[in-house]
């Protein structure tokens, strides 16, 4: 098969689902997204009051329509790098007072015209998504979260609590999942400790937290890259210090192709970036593990991998602003504009989640809008679906409220200089509430397509299977202003079924991404 032309060439892989291997159900904060003030998320993104588009409170309309149909449910907020020089109280009461400060994450200037009441709003229209607020542990402390978290979630009758019914919530806004701090074992973190003072403070913040409000659920911050230095012993000393007061532990991945010697990037790795995220899921998985053990704890720590994405973190568009006196209001940064080779390894990542559903319990894909974003904006102009946009909608169009089964599947490998051998294929199964099946796989050859075989469940019930590819011959191409909808999923019809002997098959093209659905 490898001699022939590349065109015809074919490979071939089989799957095998079965409901008596089932790893876990589909926890809907598996779809979670973030939104930071960094660039134009925020500002010019989901809030710009002057578009055409806007509403009453400034939200755009448009964007909030994308959002619905990208499916994200928890929102990660307001930071990222950004909440470890953030005070909330800037963000709250009348806007005509609220202050400019400085953002050092971002070297940027921070209006505070959107804030903890304003995300809220926005939540509450895109469709009742959850909240997962973040706290300041880089430039603030105990005290500060404790403030804000008595301004969120207590009902009435303090200072704090009263301060917000002032300013228009008399609710509580019930805020479950808390974010001790973001990536405090970056030398970048604004306040970036060591892991003994982190676990320290991270232990008291806790504790202090379930004080006011004991059903909160806290994501303690693990290591912000699976290649960092310390990785491995940071997860250790904080979960020593920390793991009966938290419910999670993060973790953060960002793939991009990196140069080769000869100039050219290293395609091969990069579409192999799911088993990275996969081993690292597996190593804080065990950090997890032996911690639970050592203290003879009776509790439960899952991973919060809450921050995702493709990001071309050294390039242009993520240098930051320069300069004592050039502070600018929501630049253009971050602004990635994803190929459809990104939007094939994206749909990897999603699918190595899902594997790991048992362990990873919420998940956030860094970020929302413009920044490294699915969704894309013009100021007074027109929004846009990313090539990452499609994999994530109908992943989580079809995966939620699922059960996931444990992929048992045969493929050829190929080679990788940064992670050796690795399989061609990776796929995964959902057994939807509804009875239907669907397998997501990606085919990560760069030469050759895959007859892919999938034996699903003999239930005597399924009648049909159809299947839906993202793949361009142009690896490169993208979504842009000018050409919007380049690159977008196609129905491939190559998916056959035979109900005599319940057997799909179906073509996959090299470097694709696919959702086949059985029902
Ligand atoms: O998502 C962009 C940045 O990446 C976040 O602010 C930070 O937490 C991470 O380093």
Known sequence: MAEQQSNTASDSSRLIVDDAFEVAPVNDRLFGSFVEHLGRCVYDG???PSHPEADEDGFRKDVIELVRELGATTIRYPGGNFVSGYRWEDGVGPKESRPRRLDLAWHSTETNQFGLHEMSQWLDKVGG???????????RGLEEALDLLEYANVPSGTKLSDERRANGKENPFGIKMWCLGNEMDGPWQTGHKSAEDYGTLAASVAAGMRMIDPDVELVVCGSSSHMMDTFGKWEETVLEKAYDSVDFISCHA???P???ADGTRDMASFLASGVDMDGFIKDVAAAIDATKARLKSDHNVFISFDEWNVWYIDEEPSKNPEGIGNWPVAPRLLEDSYTAADAVVFGDLMITLLKNADRVHAASLAQLVNVIAPIMTEPGGPAWRQTTFYPFSMTARYAKNGTV???KLTSNTYATAKYGEVPVVNSV???GADGSVTIFVVNRSLELSNDFEIQV???GNFTEATAQTLHEED???RNTLENQDRVILHTNDSVTFSADDAIVHVTLPPVSWTAVHVR
């Open 46 to 48: 989901i809030y710009e």
């Open 129 to 139: 998504n959850e909240l997962m607020e973040a706290v300041n542990l880089g430039t």
């Open 254 to 256: 960002y793939y991009h």
């Open 258 to 260: 990196e140069f080769q």
């Open 405 to 407: 089964l444990e992929p």
């Open 429 to 431: 199964a959902v057994r």
């Open 457 to 459: 469940p003999d239930d």
């Open 475 to 477: 690896l490169l191409a």
